[in-house]
C-alpha cells in the first residue's frame, strides 16, 4: 500500500480510485504511490482532511534544525512543480491566497503570488495557462531544456537526462506525457532528491541541478515573468527565477 499517511488519505477517499478522481488523475498513478508525491501534498489534504503533516511528516512535521532548509527547498521546487505542471484548481488557488510574505525578495515574491491567486479563478488562470504552455499549434513557452539549449525539442540536452535517471533508478510515471526536460519534472525531481524520496548519493542533488537545472532554468523563469500572457504566472516567474539563483549560488560554495 505505502506508508501510514498515503494509507490514511486513501481510506479517508474511499479508495484508490476515489482518491485519484479527486484529485483529478489516473487510478494507476496513485496506485504507483508508495507515499503522497510532494507536489501532490496540498491537493489530497484538501480532497480528503488529511492534514498535510500526516500525509507528508517529513515535509510538514516538526522539523529539526537541521531539516528546516532542506524542507524548505523541497517545498519550493514542489510548487514550482505543480504550478508549471497544470493550471491551478480552486482548492490550490485558496491555499496560495494564503502565502505569507517578508522581507526578503523571494518572500515578497511568495506575497504577490497570493495576492494573484486571491484576485483570480480557476477558469481565468486555466486559460492563462493554456496561451502560455500549450496554446493553437504552441504556446507563448516553451519550458523544456532542450528547446532553451539547441532550439529545437527532444535532443541531446533530453537524451542525457533520461540516460542518467535510468541511472538513478529514476521512473517518470507512464501516464506523463511531456518529455522529462520539461520545467516542471525536473523540479518534481529535484524535491525528490531533496527530500530524500529518491535513494541516491548526497552529491546527487549537485549534480543534477548543474546539469540539467543551471544552464537554462533561470532564463524559462525570467521569460515566464515577461511574458504578454502572464498575470497570475509573473509571480510564480519571479519565484523561480529567485529561487534557482539561490540554489545557483548555494551550490557553489564549498563543502
Given at each position: 500500500m505505502g506508508d501510514a499517511g498515503f494509507g490514511e488519505a486513501v481510506r479517508a477517499a474511499g479508495g484508490v480510485t476515489e482518491l485519484a478522481r479527486r484529485i483529478g488523475i489516473s487510478q494507476p498513478s496513485v496506485s504507483n504511490w508508495t507515499r503522497v508525491p510532494a507536489e501532490r501534498v496540498l491537493a489530497v489534504e484538501?480532497?480528503?482532511?488529511?492534514?498535510?503533516?500526516?500525509?507528508?511528516?517529513d515535509l510538514y512535521g516538526k522539523?529539526?534544525?537541521?531539516?528546516?532548509?532542506?524542507?524548505?527547498?523541497?517545498?519550493?521546487?514542489?510548487?514550482?512543480?505543480a504550478l508549471?505542471?497544470?493550471?491551478?484548481?480552486?482548492?490550490?488557488?485558496?491555499?496560495?491566497?494564503?502565502?505569507?510574505?517578508?522581507a526578503t525578495a523571494l518572500e515578497a515574491a511568495h506575497e504577490a503570488l497570493a495576492s494573484s491567486a486571491a484576485a483570480t479563478d480557476a477558469d481565468t488562470v486555466g486559460r492563462e495557462y493554456f496561451d502560455l504552455f500549450i496554446g493553437i499549434g504552441?504556446?507563448?513557452?516553451?519550458?523544456?531544456?532542450?528547446?532553451?539549449?539547441?532550439?529545437?525539442?527532444?535532443?541531446?540536452?533530453?537524451?542525457?537526462?533520461?540516460?542518467?535517471?535510468?541511472?538513478?533508478?529514476?521512473?517518470?510515471a507512464p501516464s506523463q506525457s511531456d518529455p522529462e526536460d520539461h520545467a516542471a519534472i525536473l523540479?518534481?525531481?529535484?524535491?525528490?532528491?531533496?527530500?530524500?524520496?529518491?535513494?541516491?548519493?548526497?552529491?546527487?542533488?549537485?549534480?543534477?541541478?548543474?546539469?540539467?537545472?543551471?544552464?537554462?532554468?533561470?532564463?524559462?523563469?525570467?521569460?515566464?515573468?515577461?511574458?504578454?500572457?502572464?498575470?497570475?504566472?509573473?509571480?510564480?516567474?519571479?519565484?523561480?527565477?529567485?529561487?534557482?539563483?539561490?540554489?545557483?549560488q548555494a551550490f557553489a560554495l564549498p563543502d
Open positions: 484538501a480532497a480528503t482532511g488529511v492534514s498535510r503533516d500526516v500525509l507528508r511528516p522539523p529539526t534544525a537541521s531539516d528546516d532548509i532542506a524542507i524548505a527547498r523541497a517545498q519550493e521546487y514542489a510548487l514550482l512543480a508549471l505542471s497544470r493550471a491551478p484548481e480552486a482548492t490550490l488557488l485558496q491555499r496560495l491566497a494564503l502565502l505569507a510574505g517578508g504552441r504556446g507563448e513557452l516553451l519550458p523544456y531544456a532542450s528547446f532553451y539549449l539547441t532550439g529545437f525539442l527532444h535532443e541531446r540536452p533530453l537524451a542525457r537526462l533520461r540516460a542518467e535517471l535510468e541511472a538513478m533508478g529514476i521512473e517518470i523540479c518534481e525531481i529535484m524535491a525528490g532528491l531533496v527530500d530524500g524520496e529518491f535513494a541516491v548519493p548526497a552529491d546527487q542533488q549537485r549534480q543534477f541541478f548543474e546539469r540539467h537545472l543551471a544552464p537554462w532554468m533561470a532564463r524559462f523563469f525570467a521569460d515566464l515573468e515577461a511574458a504578454k500572457a502572464a498575470h497570475f504566472y509573473r509571480p510564480v516567474g519571479t519565484i523561480g527565477r529567485l529561487f534557482i539563483d539561490i540554489e545557483t
